[in-house]
Nanobody, 124 residues
Framework: QVQLVESGGGLVQAGDSLRLSCAAS????????MGWFRQAPGKERQFVAA????????DYPDSVKGRFTISRDDAKNTVYLQMNSLKPEDTAVYYC?????????????????WGQGTQVTVSS
């Protein structure tokens, strides 16, 4: 398994931006599809973004498309989630995850490794 550590969460106002980072401890980071998920209290874990092995493909749900951007820096073993135009409904714990597959996957069951999560709170 890959050890993942998220950072960058916090309390912001609606319309603000945040960038989350996720550092991975593995020599083969470039061979993982990386994903971001979020979970609000009382709700199921929700797919937010994923980027494929090599960074050639990314996917987002409609709820964040156009506002969130996932990227990766394989030299730094890090994946990022740039979140713009944040809304109160984006409030959740955000988790980074790694899947040993070439393609983008959007179901949490496809990911073998998870970080501890970072809280993002958006006030109105």
């Amino acid at each position: 398994q890959v050890q993942l550590v998220e950072s960058g969460g916090g309390l912001v106002q609606a319309g603000d931006s945040l960038r989350l980072s996720c550092a991975a401890s593995t020599y083969t980071f470039s061979r993982y599809t990386m994903g971001w998920f979020r979970q609000a209290p009382g709700k199921e874990r929700q797919f937010v973004a994923a980027i494929s092995w090599g960074g050639g493909t990314a996917d987002y749900p409609d709820s964040v498309k156009g506002r969130f951007t996932i990227s990766r820096d394989d030299a730094k073993n890090t994946v990022y989630l740039q979140m713009n135009s944040l809304k109160p409904e984006d409030t959740a714990v955000y988790y980074c995850a790694a899947a040993a597959t070439r393609v983008v996957v959007t179901t949490p069951f496809a990911y073998e490794s998870w970080g501890q999560g970072t809280q993002v709170t958006v006030s109105s």
